[in-house]
């Protein structure tokens, strides 16, 4: 069974570009979080998705960011426009129900220059 | 006021000691706790989960939880330095999705 599989693994953008991190979950996990990770910082929680529903997007900014998870396909992070202070480990985690018990993929380290 | 806070560390203890980790929340709502282990450079990993009041063992970790304290802590014995990790708090209740505190730095010394 494989695990939750994030790519790309590391992306390089410039400012002003967009971002598409996806995360596709463990099979037969319609849960799907987004977490994001500074240095030395804990994992601060942007948005919980079900199939083609979102659940809570209380920690993600308002303007640039958006996240999907369609009924076909992976969920997709997206960060418009990029600036320097989006450089961070970006982690998708998922799980069967909200139990609170997540399994993380290997994270998506995107790098603003 | 964070919603779960932690001491950043980093906890240095000697090999084969007990390590104990400590972690306080601010919403008494909460109701389920867990706690994650993050190897540097690696995802979170779920280690133990506890829901009620009291202590919670499995193999060399135990969790204990005070509900009434707000207080959740981690106890890992026989200290191995493969435990060295950042040990991450997390809580829930309800629908929304798990909160994580800012993690402790364990550091075990051979």
Redesign the interface.
């Known amino acids: 069974n494989a695990g939750v599989m994030q790519n790309p693994r590391h992306l390089v953008r410039r400012r002003g570009q967009e971002a598409r991190l996806r995360c596709s979950p463990m099979k037969g996990h319609s849960h799907v ?1 987004w ?1 994001r990770q500074l240095p030395e ?5 942007m948005v ?1 998705l079900q199939k083609e529903n979102i ?2 997007e209380s ?1 993600m900014p308002k303007e640039r960011f958006s996240a999907e998870f369609p009924k076909e396909g992976p969920s997709i992070l997206r960060i418009q426009q990029v600036v320097r202070g989006d450089s961070a480990a970006y ?1 998708c985690a998922s799980s069967p129900e ?10 998506s380290r995107l790098t603003v220059l | 006021q964070k919603e779960v806070e ?1 001491n950043s560390g980093p906890l240095s203890v000697p090999e084969g000691a007990i390590a104990s980790l400590n972690c306080t929340y601010s919403d008494r709502g909460s109701q ?1 706790f ?1 706690w994650y282990r993050q190897y540097s450079g ?5 280690i133990m ?1 506890i829901y009620s009041n009291g202590d919670k063992e499995d193999g060399r970790f135990t969790a204990q939880l005070n509900k009434a304290s707000q207080y959740v802590s981690l106890l890992i014995r026989d200290s191995q330095p493969s435990d060295s990790a950042t040990y ?1 708090c ?3 209740a309800g ?9 402790t730095r364990l550091q075990v010394q051979p």
Do not use: C, H, M, W
């Open positions: 979080y977490y910082e804990g994992l601060k929680f919980y659940i809570d920690g982690f909200n139990t609170g018990e997540l399994f993380f993929g290997e994270g | 932690q389920s867990f690696k995802s979170p990993e779920l989960s991450l997390a809580v829930t629908r929304r999705a798990l909160t994580f505190g800012s993690g």
